[in-house]
């Protein structure tokens, strides 16, 4: 089992960064694979993927429209994991959630029903 929180929300002005974190508690999260979903009340689908990173973090992924902007990071030792953003715009604002799932590889990395635990969500608010 995985207890996730999120923190590092609020509201930036467009250009501005933010960085949320992700702190995990129960099982180390070594075994898991973790993630980044943003979601936008009303919008489908629910639960956007941002960015992802293998158990090891060896490997990243990214969505098309965070690439070059967002970077995802984590240290197990610390069982935590962050998204650094950079450049934000209004369309970026979202509830960001992190998630943690096991068995996770590949493409499935970037699919939300891929991932067993969530944390409760932060809010990121772009705006002038």
């Known amino acids: 089992q995985e207890q996730l929180a999120e923190s590092g929300g609020g509201m930036v002005q467009p250009g501005g960064s933010l960085r949320l974190s992700c702190a995990a508690s129960?099982?180390?999260?070594?075994?898991?694979?973790m993630g980044w979903f943003r979601q936008v009340p009303g919008q489908e689908p629910a639960y956007v993927a941002v960015?992802?990173?293998?158990?090891?973090?060896?490997?990243?992924y990214y969505a098309d429209s965070v690439k070059g902007r967002f970077t995802i990071s984590r240290d197990n030792t610390k069982n935590s994991m962050w998204l650094q953003m950079n450049s934000l715009n209004p369309e970026d604002t979202a509830v960001y959630y992190c998630?943690?799932?096991?068995?996770?590889?590949?493409?499935?990395?970037?699919?939300?029903?891929?991932?067993?635990?969530w944390g409760q969500g932060t809010q990121v608010t772009v705006s002038s």
């Open positions: 960015a992802a990173i293998s158990w090891d973090g060896e490997n990243t």
């Open positions: 129960g099982d180390p999260v070594t075994r898991y694979a």
């Open positions: 998630a943690a799932g096991l068995e996770v590889e590949g493409t499935q990395h970037t699919n939300w029903a891929a991932y067993d635990f």
